[in-house]
């Protein structure tokens, strides 16, 4: 079955950097284009970053654009999300998506907090 498993989140301070995981199986990884949104509590989750299936295109919020960075490797069936100069702002559940034969599926999230 498909499962979307995150991991790296944990508490930062302001300016500082983390880099999210998103480990994918149960489908061929390599041929679905991916995204991670975030969510704050009592708020929906908010799409931050979309990458194509074969990692030559993406696309950013404005709200995470020159900070934040997505990436993939198809031989290891693993989504990144390196996040930089990091803010209160972000903090946040985040989670990786993908819509696979006409379903959504998501991982179970990993939490950040970005505090002093």
């Known amino acids: 079955q498909v499962q979307l498993v995150e991991s790296g989140g944990g508490l930062v301070q302001p300016g500082g950097s983390l880099r999210l995981s998103c480990v994918a199986s149960?489908?061929?990884?390599?041929?679905?284009?991916m995204r991670w949104y975030r969510q704050v509590p009592g708020k929906g989750r908010d799409m931050i970053a979309t990458i194509t299936s074969d990692g030559g295109s993406t696309t950013y919020a404005d709200s995470v654009k020159g900070r934040f960075t997505i990436s993939r490797d198809n031989a290891k069936n693993t989504l990144y999300l390196q996040m930089s100069s990091l803010k209160p702002e972000d903090t946040a559940v985040y989670y990786c998506?993908?819509?696979?034969?006409?379903?959504?599926?998501w991982g179970q999230g990993t939490q950040v907090v970005v505090s002093s």
């Open positions: 149960g489908f061929t990884f390599s041929s679905l284009n």
């Open positions: 998506r993908i819509f696979y034969r006409l379903r959504e599926f």
